[in-house]
């Protein structure tokens, strides 16, 4: 069965920094591309980024409102991905979801999600 | 970036209903477009993926259609466990996008 559990949620002063982990299992990790996807309270579905396997080269690709800000890693040795997410702004306050991808069909499997809050 | 414009943005329909959900993209995806569930408080789901295939486990009453620019979603015959918020998003490119949602209420 695949298990995605993110952890890392929690409140950060804007300009803070926070890293989110998203612990998978189920799937054969290494060979996956994983996205995060953010919803914001009482809105829609956002894109944050993606992370493409090592063998599709470990390309990533951000949205305009976070690039440069933050930055997604994967460790496959540990079957986990990993949000870096810097500088961060009261409109970052969001559920972040992170989720599996089988190249560009769609994202099919979903973590529970974990809420960022930045606020002062 | 490939805007994509879902209408309608709510919708009122009773159990039996046959609802169609529309999404147009603001440039051709060829048929990179998939459409998601989410019930209050939990995460999305896949319904469809490229435009027609329907995710593993997901009922029949779904139904995909389009290509090009113009999609949509058919549920034929609503069950009462189908009132959710509905989202269509492109993945032919990235930014990948969403549609902005269609909430489905039970009228």
């Known amino acids: 069965e695949v298990q995605l559990v993110e952890s890392g949620g929690g409140l950060v002063k804007p300009g803070g920094s926070l890293r989110l982990s998203c612990a998978a299992s189920g799937f054969t990790f290494s060979n996956a591309w994983m996205n995060w996807v953010r919803q914001a309270p009482g809105k829609g579905l956002e894109w944050v980024g993606r992370?493409?396997?090592?063998?599709?080269?470990?390309?990533?690709d951000y949205a305009a409102p976070v690039k440069g800000r933050f930055a997604i890693s994967r460790d496959d040795s540990k079957n986990t991905l990993y949000l870096q997410m810097n500088s961060l702004k009261t409109e970052d306050t969001a559920v972040y979801f992170c989720?599996?991808?089988?190249?560009?069909?769609?994202?099919?499997?979903w973590g529970q999600g974990t809420l960022v809050t930045v606020s002062s | 970036d490939i805007q994509m414009t879902q209408s309608p943005s709510s919708l009122s329909a009773s159990v039996g209903d046959r609802v169609t959900i529309t999404c147009r993209a603001s440039?051709?995806?060829?048929?990179?477009l998939n459409w998601y569930q989410q019930k209050a408080g939990k995460a999305p789901k896949l319904l469809i993926y490229a435009t027609s295939s329907l995710q593993s486990g997901v009922p029949s009453r779904f139904s995909g259609s389009g290509s090009g620019t113009d999609f949509t979603l058919t549920i034929s015959s609503l069950q009462p466990e189908d009132f959710a918020t509905y989202y269509c998003?492109?993945?032919?490119?990235?930014?990948?996008?969403f549609g902005q949602g269609t909430k489905l209420e039970i009228k």
């Open positions: 992370i493409k396997s090592k063998t599709d080269g470990v390309t990533t």
């Open positions: 440039q051709s995806i060829s048929s990179y």
């Open positions: 998003q492109q993945s032919y490119s990235t930014p990948y996008t």
């Open positions: 989720t599996t991808e089988p190249r560009h069909l769609g994202l099919d499997y």
